[in-house]
């Protein structure tokens, strides 16, 4: 165990053990340094130094999906999406570098897997999601062998696939297998087939891209990731709707589809996913045993009081992608919501923004955005009617946009 990660330890058993001799106004726990949960903790202790802030994270490193697509592509490094959490530190936050392994709601604690509870007024819980490996039999023992990668959550598996993708023959098949929507993301994946058709089209120019969708059409975007694909790797990338994986066997490097079996060189397959575990142990998943339903005006659980769930996890409201620019909003709304509540004022709903980026090539980009508002009849965020849009062509603008918006919320969500 490293020093730091020690005192850390140390502080949370000070932190449990006497939660009634803190001078401070009350206890935020934040569970997850992604992107929810990082912003989170920051403006809690930006809006009200007052309340100690102290956030658990299970990973040393904050690495962004946003833009990882780029390192698969060799378009960036992981140095480049790779930040870590010691900014927050600064804004007071206190770092606890652990797996929250359950939540008692009752005791308002919440248990660490190194041992010990922390106790808290108010928890924040931003895990993310993980994936539904049983509705592709096969993938999980492929990928725990390495042969077949999902690459959904930046990190080890970015690196492997994109030296996949380096060993790859030219001449071979890459494959993506693409979940039905709910997922992380909803243009990611068609950012994924344009990047990495850039990097073959140059580096290995007879393969090709196969792309197994199970949604009937591109579910973002559509239009213009079709005009970039058929001007720009014209021969190279093939679309697929309606063709969803209900098996991978990894020997034999298959997809299996209901109609068919697919080879391929390279294997990519997203399974579907849900409310990460810790969502569902501690009771917070409502809907379809998948997502966290949330009042909008706080992020507050409808299952469990006292407890705000952001980002990916939740049940998305109508037309609310999972996206790093939701979590981050969302954060802002549980943020004020929690400062308020802890002052005695009554929360007041918040008006937020959407922008998803997606590269279609080294140097060009598109954007779509939506704004979201309450609307007390329908007791739910909706979109704004007007607002946003999709860009009107690809360009070098947009990408030049793509990389400030990246830098920014990182810094937004970390510094
Ligand atoms: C390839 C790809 C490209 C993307 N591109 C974009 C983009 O361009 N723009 C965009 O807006 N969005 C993009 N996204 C989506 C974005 O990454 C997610 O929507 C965002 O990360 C969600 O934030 P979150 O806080 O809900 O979860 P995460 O960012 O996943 O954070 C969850 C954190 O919780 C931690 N955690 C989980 N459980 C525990 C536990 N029990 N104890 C302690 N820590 C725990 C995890 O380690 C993790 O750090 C992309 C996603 C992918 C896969």
């Excluded at 041992?115 to 108010?122: Q, S």
């Excluded at 790093?324 to 004020?336: D, E, L, R, T, V």
């Excluded at 008006?351 to 279609?360: P, R």
């Amino acid at each position: 165990m490293r020093r730091r990660d020690f005192i850390k330890l140390a502080g949370v058993a000070a932190l449990s053990g006497c939660a009634s001799r803190s001078p401070s106004k009350a206890r935020v726990v934040v569970i997850g340094g992604g992107f929810g949960g990082a912003t989170a903790a920051k403006y809690i202790r930006i809006w009200d130094p007052s309340i100690d802030v102290v956030l658990v994270e299970r990973d040393a490193d904050f690495i962004s999906c946003p833009i990882s697509n780029l390192v698969l592509a060799g378009f960036a490094g992981m140095e480049d999406i790779t930040r870590g959490h010691d900014g927050l530190e600064r804004h007071g936050v206190t770092l606890v570098r652990d797996e929250a392994v359950g939540i008692d709601a009752s005791k308002k604690v919440v248990r660490l897997a190194r041992g010990g509870d922390i106790a808290y007024e108010r928890l924040i819980v931003s895990p993310g999601v993980d994936f539904m490996f049983g509705e592709v039999p096969g993938f999980e023992p492929a990928m725990q062998a390495g042969r077949v990668l999902h690459a959904w959550k930046a990190g080890p598996q970015t690196v492997a696939l994109r030296r996949q993708l380096e060993q790859m023959r030219d001449g071979g098949l890459y494959v993506l297998a693409i979940p039905l929507a709910p997922y992380r993301c909803p243009p990611g994946p068609y950012e994924r087939v344009s990047v990495v058709a850039a990097y073959l089209k140059q580096a290995k120019p007879r393969s090709k891209v196969l792309v197994l969708d199970a949604n009937p059409d591109i579910t973002s975007k559509g239009p213009l990731f079709k005009r970039a694909w058929s001007e720009l790797y014209p021969g190279i990338v093939e679309y697929r709707g309606n063709s969803r994986a209900i098996g991978v066997e990894g020997n034999s490097m298959t997809v299996k589809l209901e109609v068919e079996d697919v080879k391929g060189d390279v294997l990519n397959v997203v399974p579907p996913h849900r409310a990460a575990d810790l969502a569902a142990k501690a009771g917070l998943v409502t809907t379809n045993n998948r997502w966290c339903d949330v009042d909008w005006r706080t992020m507050e659980s409808k299952a469990v009081k006292g407890v705000h769930v952001l980002g990916d996890a939740t049940l998305s409201a109508p037309a609310m992608p999972k996206s790093a620019s939701m979590a981050n909003n969302h954060a802002k709304i549980a943020a004020a919501a929690v400062v308020d509540l802890l002052n005695g004022r009554e929360p007041q709903p918040l008006k937020i923004l959407n922008t998803c980026y997606s590269f279609v090539s080294r140097s060009e980009a598109i954007r779509v955005s939506s704004v979201h508002e309450w609307e007390p009849g329908q007791g739910t965020l909706v979109p704004v009617k007007g607002s946003g849009g999709v860009s009107a062509a690809r360009s070098e603008a947009e990408a030049n946009y793509a990389w400030s918006w990246a830098r920014s919320i990182w810094a937004d969500s970390l510094v």
